[in-house]
């Protein structure tokens, strides 16, 4: 049997031991027995880069690295500065973003989905800055002081944007859901980002898609299960 679990916007930060706790049991009931774990983007709260060498990040790294399963971790909007030496010292691969992989014989493309919600003009200039080779080499030449206060900065500006922006300019624009899948030549989406944990049937020019939406962490989530390549979206309670 073959066992594939993925998750996404767990946003684990050292103010939240209720989330770090929560997901070290979610490793122990869901992942234990799993051959590969996915963790698809927003792991973390804010990732101010790998030299920030914190007990909290250090504990989050020996718990992942204490993970029987393969696991795989792709950028998100929060935690887009993970890097090698993360990845080294926790045991786990970086994903690019989109990342086409085979589960059971079937192709099935990875996001964390925050570049299809082309309709926030506004989160997409910032992401564009945000992912910038040369914003992200001056970012990283500062202080870690300097950094956290622009991450706060950001966040600030981050939950006044969401509190003025309506719902559906912020989720997932259906064309480009279409235009990504029908590009990638596949019929099996799976991403989170939008906090909105759903199964979605795509019409993709008259060929039958799926698009899998993951749940982020709060006192519970939704993660998804590919078990002998049937999928399967299930809910987990913290408590």
Not at 166 to 187: C, F, G, L, Y
Request: net charge negative; glycine share 8%.
């Amino acid at each position: 049997m073959s066992k594939h679990v993925f998750i996404s916007d767990l946003h684990l930060d050292e103010t939240r031991p209720d989330l770090t706790d929560a997901f070290f049991r979610f490793l122990d009931d869901v992942a234990s027995d799993a051959d590969s774990l996915y963790i698809l983007g927003d792991f973390f709260e804010v990732w101010l880069g790998d030299d920030h060498d914190t007990p909290f990040n250090q504990q989050v790294i020996e718990r992942l690295r204490g993970v029987a399963a393969t696991t795989y971790v792709m950028h998100g909007n929060r935690d887009f500065l993970i890097g090698d030496a993360f990845c080294k010292a926790a045991g786990v691969t970086l994903l690019p973003d989109p990342c086409l992989i085979e589960l059971d014989g079937t192709e099935v493309l990875l996001m964390h989905g925050d570049s299809l919600c082309t309709l926030d003009e506004k989160y997409m200039q910032a992401r564009g800055m945000l992912r910038s080779p040369a914003f992200q080499a001056d970012f990283l030449g500062k202080s870690l002081e300097e950094r956290a206060a622009f991450a706060r900065q950001i966040r600030g500006e981050s939950k006044e944007h969401t509190r003025e922006t309506a719902d559906d300019i912020m989720d997932v624009t259906p064309e480009e859901v279409i235009r990504v899948m029908s590009e990638a030549s596949i019929t099996t989406l799976i991403h989170g980002h939008t906090h909105r944990p759903a199964t979605h049937q795509v019409d993709l020019n008259g060929v039958a898609g799926t698009r899998y939406v993951l749940g982020d962490w709060h006192t519970s989530t939704w993660y998804l299960t590919v078990t002998d390549g049937k999928p399967e979206l299930i809910k987990y309670a913290f408590g």
